[in-house]
């Protein structure tokens, strides 16, 4: 059955540096999400992308955040300049239409 | 962010019985609404979803019930089974593109 798959499965950096964390969606699907899940708190959503632009985004997806999908099979999420409070598992979901997301196994960053 | 909630945070059933999981929404233009079951270390497991148009929807062991008027949705399963063990989260999809907002989870334990 196809899935989501993400890398790394963990990230450590230094306050200060640049990330990027990559998924592979399921290939026939359109619509490409990150969310993201700080350690006791909801799952909190981050971003949507379609038709190779931004659909929608959060407040916390600022100006540090952006994503592309390269080659268009990869997805990405790049923290430019990581905080201690970037801090968190990461989490990219697909979907064929705006209904049903499937969720990748996450990436857990953590920013020292 | 408490659009969705699920105010009970554990609930521990035995084997065979049924297992109810509750969540509450406030937000009207939600449209569809979903449950995912997630394990420690792994990325949200789809399992059943319904739209605002129907009021149950059934998958093998697991029904969704939506009360729109109460703005209350719930998930049977039955019977529970001890891999049913993991946390639960309702997610809700408002009518823009596909973002969903997820309530704070509730630990089901299915005791053998």
């Known amino acids: 059955e196809p899935e989501v798959t993400q890398t790394p499965s963990h990230q450590v950096t230094q306050m200060g540096q640049e990330v990027i964390l990559r998924c592979v969606p399921i290939s026939n699907h359109l619509y490409f999400y990150w969310y993201r899940q700080i350690l006791g708190q909801k799952v909190e959503f981050l971003v949507s992308f379609y038709n190779n632009e931004i659909s929608e985004k959060s407040e916390i997806f600022d100006d540090q955040f952006s994503v592309e999908r390269p080659d268009g099979s990869n997805f990405t999420l790049k923290i430019r300049s990581t905080k201690l409070e970037d801090s968190a598992m990461y989490f990219c979901?697909?979907?064929?239409?705006?209904?049903?997301?499937?969720f990748g196994p996450g990436t857990r960053l953590l920013v020292l | 962010d408490q659009q969705v909630k699920q105010n009970s945070p554990s609930l521990s059933v035995q084997e065979g019985r049924i297992s109810i999981l509750n969540c509450d929404y406030t937000?009207?233009?939600?449209?569809?609404f979903l449950w995912y079951k997630k394990y420690p270390a792994e990325g949200p497991t789809f399992l059943i979803s319904i739209s605002s148009i129907k009021d149950k929807n059934e998958d093998g062991r697991f029904t969704v019930f939506l009360n729109k008027s109460a703005k209350h949705l719930s998930l049977h399963i039955v019977p529970s089974q001890p891999g049913d063990s993991a946390v639960y989260f309702c997610?809700?999809?408002?009518?823009?593109?596909?973002?969903?907002?997820f309530g704070q989870g509730t630990i089901l334990t299915v005791h053998p």
């Open positions: 979901a697909s979907g064929q239409g705006l209904q049903t997301q499937y």
């Open positions: 997610a809700a999809r408002d009518t823009s593109y596909g973002k969903l907002t």
């Open positions: 937000n009207s233009m939600f449209d569809y």
